[in-house]
Nanobody
């Protein structure tokens, strides 16, 4: 069984920074794309950023220049460095990964449990 465990959320003032981490564990042969999504109250879950196994990245326009995604393939971990945070960045942030448990198995989609980020003075 595969698990994604996030950490690093919390309360931060506008203009501040936070770093989220997400570690994958369990039966893992390979990890393809990893990413972060977020969901604010009353809104749909939205893509924040993704990173491929080759470290190609993609960002939502709303976070370009402020957020940076990175990954440590040896640790099966993805990070999200968030800077210049705004109140509208407040949401539950979810980690996502496409993981293959064996060389012949399918690529399956996994989600973390979510971590709350609140930007407020």
């Amino acid at each position: 069984q595969v698990q994604l465990v996030e950490s690093g959320g919390g309360l931060v003032q506008p203009g501040g920074s936070l770093r989220l981490s997400c570690a994958a564990s369990g039966s893992i042969f390979s990890i393809d794309v990893m990413g972060w999504y977020r969901q604010a109250p009353g809104k749909q879950r939205e893509l924040v950023t993704t990173i491929t196994s080759g470290s190609s990245t993609n960002y939502a326009d709303s976070v370009k220049g402020r957020f940076t995604i990175s990954r440590d393939n040896a640790k099966n971990t993805v990070y999200l460095q968030m800077s210049s945070l705004k109140p509208e960045d407040s949401a539950v942030y979810y980690c996502n990964a496409g993981i293959r448990a064996s060389p012949w198995g399918p690529m399956e989609d996994y989600w973390g449990q979510g971590t709350q980020v609140t930007v407020s003075s």
